[in-house]
């Protein structure tokens, strides 16, 4: 991927000789600019730049006198991989201990080389050597920053090492605590069904214990440790999104996501972060499927779908990226059949599921006029897997025990698209209420992914906000991510 790089200067001739410079000197990077700290800042939040080159000084362009610093910090706080250069016409003292004490990869003194006439300058060309060499430095530094500061902790479960079927039950209790509106004693069961898991997980194995100590002592915040749960489709139904130890939800701390094995797709689909690679980034060129299956009046209405779809919609607008709707009227088997006939980059799906424990297969998607069983669901997808599908509906996360296998090609929703090809998949373990609670955590996930977050920190923000707003609701804990196992 051509790196993305951020220039960010309150003048306009001398942004305009920065881009000029950088341009030159390192090609293959793709250049943004910003005139002051505020809209450095968004554009900070809504993309990743490896590497940002800013000017101390923005006040010209209605920032501050010193707000490089607060693009400096703003960037580090994304993610503190990303490096930062600073440049100033007007050195001081303080500066170069203030961006050193910020993670600031590089201080450099403009008016020690640019003076007013380029032309024949040996100091000016020096200049441009000297940026051109530092920008090329902070981009491998980003590289080796990146495994630096990120940590990934892989449990993997081995076969008939846990009580699953009574996992399973204590998974469903919750669940239908979850819908009859009991949250208290959803919590307390919850919390139970946790530390039961970090003991028989974390707590009996030491070599995953002192993996996980390791990883987080290692890194600045929480989130830039990956908690990947290695084991096989059938253990969908086990709640490790609920690993609780003495300090709480580690699903709330870290970004966790099942691994399962499966994938029939010969090579494999890219990734969201190859995808990023291969398109350029999120605004412009990516392609979303946003699909809402209200059913229509009666007991079975859920008219919040179309409102969620809305919702996402919009979002990917203020982003850059134009996704395509299809509202609950005209979300016909037909239509949607005929749409996965394309190639999406985003599938999202809000409506009715249900799970058959009995035979997986026949659990299934609903529309006004029909539905999608498993088997239909996995073919449809196998033409053209998006690189991420969400399943915003009921039960979508379940699954059957491996015995099914004898007569089922898979074991449930999620499990078909797995097994289909598609790099991630996001489900529900849990019936999905249609209210508000479900509209913003679906329209937080995608404001994270389409700002170039990775889908696991996605989930994981749109889990804090849920839980951030009401403690006991255990709404934020039903959405499964399950990646490829490559």
């Known amino acids: 991927m051509r790196p993305r790089i951020l220039i960010v200067d309150d003048r306009d001739d001398l942004r305009g000789d920065l881009c000029e410079v950088v341009s030159t000197k390192v090609p293959e990077c793709r250049i943004e600019q910003a005139r002051n700290q505020t809209k450095a800042i968004e554009l900070i939040n809504r993309k990743l730049f490896p590497l940002v080159i800013t000017d101390i000084n923005l006040d010209e362009a209605g920032g501050e006198d010193a707000g490089g610093f607060a693009v400096l910090e703003a960037a580090k706080e994304r993610d503190p991989a990303i490096q930062v250069i600073v440049i100033t016409s007007y050195p001081q003292p303080e500066h170069v201990q203030r961006i050193r004490a910020g993670g600031g990869f590089g201080y450099v003194d403009r008016a020690k080389y ?59 209790g919750i669940g239908s605590l979850f819908g009859q509106g009991g949250k208290i004693e959803c919590n307390s069961l919850s919390q139970f069904a946790g530390r039961h898991l970090w003991e028989r997980t974390f707590g009996d194995r030491r070599e995953v214990l002192l993996s996980y100590g390791e990883a987080v002592g290692r890194v600045s915040h929480p989130s830039h440790v990956i908690i990947r749960i290695q084991s096989g489709s059938e253990d969908l139904d086990i709640p490790f999104e609920l690993l609780h130890d003495a300090s709480g939800y580690l699903g709330l701390r870290h970004p ?213 707003k009401d403690s006991f609701d255990s709404a934020w804990s039903s959405a499964v991510m399950v990646v490829q196992e490559n």
């Open 114 to 172: 640019v003076r007013r006439e380029p032309e024949g300058n040996d100091d000016y060309e020096y200049w441009q050597e000297l940026l051109g060499f530092e920008a090329r430095d902070a981009l491998q530094e980003y590289e080796l920053a990146k495994a630096r500061t990120h940590r990934t902790v892989t449990v993997v479960i081995p076969e008939h090492t846990l009580e699953s079927a009574l996992l399973k039950n204590a998974a469903a």
């Open 256 to 468: 966790l996501v099942r691994v399962a094995p499966g994938s029939r797709q010969s090579p494999p689909q890219p990734t969201w972060d190859e995808l990023l690679d291969q398109i350029g980034g999120t605004r412009g060129r990516l392609r979303m499927l946003l699909v809402a299956a209200d059913p229509g009046d009666g007991p079975l209405a859920i008219p919040k779908v179309d409102a969620e779809v809305n919702a996402v919609a919009a979002a990917a607008r203020e982003l850059g990226v134009e996704a395509t709707v299809i509202h609950s009227p005209d979300a016909s088997a037909a239509r949607v059949r005929e749409e996965f006939s394309r190639r999406w980059h985003v599938v999202h799906y809000a409506g009715h599921g249900s799970f058959d424990a009995n035979d997986p297969e026949n659990s299934s998607i609903y529309f006004r006029d029909g539905a999608f069983r498993t088997a239909e669901l996995s073919h449809l997808l196998e033409r053209h897997p998006p690189s991420l599908l969400y399943l915003n509906c009921c039960h979508s996360a379940r699954s059957g025990a491996n015995d099914c296998l004898a007569f089922s090609k898979s074991l449930g929703l999620a499990d078909s698209a797995v097994r289909a090809g598609v790099p991630a998949v996001i489900s529900h373990r849990w019936p999905v209420r249609d209210d508000d609670v479900t509209v913003a955590f679906v329209e937080s996930f995608y404001r994270e992914l389409l700002s170039e977050y990775p889908p696991e920190r996605a989930l994981l923000s749109a889990r804090k906000a849920i839980q951030q």
